[in-house]
């Protein structure tokens, strides 16, 4: 099955930093990659994703990259904001191949230091 | 933030009790998840439902029996737990069971086991 790991598990930035949270993962076949963002006491919520037939999507200040031949993605955060600390969930699946179910990375505490 | 419901919101129970956690979502959806969410472990998917139907199992112990009468309501019957067993227990919706499709969550459960 898909493996999906996330580093790092905690990070600190000065509010206005850029931040950057990476995953990797094990299934060639993935190609589907969203990112939920789950504030502290509340639920997690889609933020942002990206299909394998693009390489980069940006919203905003929120971005995501995805290097299918590394079989890694990245989300990067621009110009923080202290509404952006929460953890970060990575996740994976095989679109559209039946069966499809989403593997979610161990989640990124990000902390925005005002 | 009213989509998807969860109840109760905190649940302490013996591990001979039995009890239930409910979810609702008034979305329209006809796919419902449940999650567990422990420290430091990625999101685990327990079960998958669509149109009703179970279509995913993911290996989980017996004590945890889910329920789905119908595509807005989404039980897990709870038995014989252990403590290993406390976590946030996450309920989610969308449209299909499709890993494209935005899921949202509700709120969750906290349960302890004593």
């Known amino acids: 099955g898909e493996n999906v790991e996330q580093h790092p598990s905690t990070l600190s930035v000065q509010e206005g930093d850029s931040a950057v949270i990476k995953c990797t993962y094990s299934?060639?076949?993935?190609?589907?990659f969203p990112w939920y963002k789950q504030e502290l006491g509340k639920r997690p919520q889609l933020i942002i994703d990206i299909r394998s037939n693009v390489g980069e999507k940006k919203d905003q200040r929120i971005a995501v990259t995805l290097n299918k031949t590394a079989k890694h993605f990245s989300l990067h955060i621009t110009e923080t904001q202290p509404e952006d600390s929460a953890v970060y969930f990575c996740a994976a699946s095989r679109a559209n191949f039946g069966n499809e179910k989403l593997t979610f990375g161990t989640g990124t505490r990000l902390t925005i230091i005002p | 933030e009213t989509g998807v419901t969860q109840t109760p919101r905190h649940l302490v129970m013996g591990m001979t009790n039995k009890k239930s956690l409910k979810c609702e979502q008034h979305?329209?959806?006809?796919?419902m998840y449940w999650y567990k969410q422990s420290a430091k472990k990625p999101l685990e998917l327990m079960f998958v439902y669509n149109f009703k139907e179970q279509t995913e199992n993911n290996s989980v112990p017996s004590r945890f029996s889910p329920e789905c009468p119908n595509s807005s309501h989404l039980f897990l019957h709870l038995h014989t737990l252990q403590p290993e067993d406390s976590a946030l227990y996450l309920c989610a919706s969308s449209l299909t069971s499709g890993s494209t499709d935005t899921q949202y969550f509700g709120p969750g459960t906290r349960l302890t086991v004593l």
């Open positions: 299934d060639s076949a993935s190609n589907y």
């Open positions: 979305l329209g959806h006809n796919a």
